[in-house]
Structures are given as structure tokens and as C-alpha cells.
């Protein structure tokens, strides 16, 4: 059977800081080790413990970073943080003809900028059920220091904000229950046609 054509196209993920879109992805690839492939991005941020340069990032230092920036290795770039996170056209341009479907994984300066682009992607946003979980998951996750959650909880209202603009996004997935939001992702990421969620009013 022929891939449905949603499948052809890369498909762009976003959500705050501490949504689940890792562990959504992590059960993806599991289930399906050859229909995917992850765009790997470049960050300057350290590996958190298990993390692999060049399975989750390529990390680097800012110099490496910015040089690739300069020769313009980057499709989009965004500080985020305080640290500098960027997807290379090499990211992107070596799973094109491998028939795998390419999974971007990526914050709003980002995607506004892939807007921009031809890329002519899926956006999915991913959004916790409420602020209070998603301070709940991004503490429990234990990678980041306290102030480094405040940090990242800041940041999560601007996502938050630019997904409540019209039509930015092609579809929401709500990831309260995981059993329930992974069966939705699983089908989206095939390129199935489905009913997404409302975005929640994500203001407790
Ligand atoms: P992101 O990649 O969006 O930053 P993660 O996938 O790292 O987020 O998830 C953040 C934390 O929340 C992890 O500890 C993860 O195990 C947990 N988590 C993910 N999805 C759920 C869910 N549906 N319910 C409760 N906890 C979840
Ligand atoms: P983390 O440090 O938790 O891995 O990622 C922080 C944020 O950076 C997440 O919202 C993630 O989606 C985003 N991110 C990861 N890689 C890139 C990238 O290449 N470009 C942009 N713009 N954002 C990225």
C-alpha cells in the first residue's frame, strides 16, 4: 500500500518544555524502529544523564555553533533557555530520500521560522492538560534546577500563547492520559486523518 501523503511530509512537533513530546517520540520509534527518522538537532546545552551526542543532539559549544551558523548550516535556530538550539539543513536533508518520515522536534522561534521555509510540513502541538501538571512533570523529570523549571515555565506560557494564534498549528494532541495521547500521536505520525483536541485554556 502506498504511504498516505501526510506521511511524505516532515512533521513538526511542539510543546512546552516538559509536555512529553520525548516520551511520545521515545514509544513512536520504539513501535516503528523503521518508518522514522528523528531530525537531530545541535545544542549547546549539556547532555542530561543517558542522553548520546548524535542520538538525541549533536552537543557542541557555542563557537562550533555559531561557526556552523555563520556558513549557514542552520534552516532555523532559536535561544531557548539560555541555550542555543538549531536543526542543520544536514538533519534534515540526510533522512529525505530514506522514505522514513522526518520527525522535528522543535520550540516556537522555530517554528515560526520553518514557516518560512518550503519544508511544507505537519505542526503538531503537543500540550499538557494544565499548567499545574505540566510544573509537576518538568519538576518530577529531575534534570533541571528549580530555577531552571521557573525558567522553562516562563517560556511555556510564550509557547502557549503562540498556539493559541489561529492556524498556526494543523492539529493539537492533548497528552493527559499517555496510553490515550500516544494512540492519537501514533496515528497522526502515520498520516492518518484525524480529530485533534481543543487546546485547553492552560491558565491555572
Ligand atoms: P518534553 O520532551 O516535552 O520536554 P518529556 O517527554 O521529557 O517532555 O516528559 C517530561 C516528564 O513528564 C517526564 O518525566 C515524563 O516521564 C513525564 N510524562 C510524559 N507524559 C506524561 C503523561 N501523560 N502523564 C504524566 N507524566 C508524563
Ligand atoms: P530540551 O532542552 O528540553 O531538550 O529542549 C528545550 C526546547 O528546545 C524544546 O522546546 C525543544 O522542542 C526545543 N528544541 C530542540 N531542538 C531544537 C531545534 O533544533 N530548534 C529549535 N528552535 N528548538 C529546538
Redesign the pocket.
Known sequence: MPPRPDFLRPLVLS????????????RLFAEYPDKFAFSVSHTTRLPRPGELDGKQYHFVSRDVFLDLLNRKGFIEHAEFSGNLYGTSVQAVQSIADSGRRCIL?IESQGVRQIKQTDLNPVYLF?SP?SLA?LR???T????ETEVAVEK?LGTALVEIEYAKEPGVHDLVIV?????R?YELFKKVALGEHVEGDSLPPLND
Open positions: 510543546g512546552p518544555s516538559g509536555t512529553g513530546k520525548s516520551t511520545l517520540l521515545q522536534d503537543i492538560p501538571a509537576e512533570r518538568l518530577s523529570r529531575g534534570t522553562r497528552n493527559d492520559d499517555l496510553d495521547a
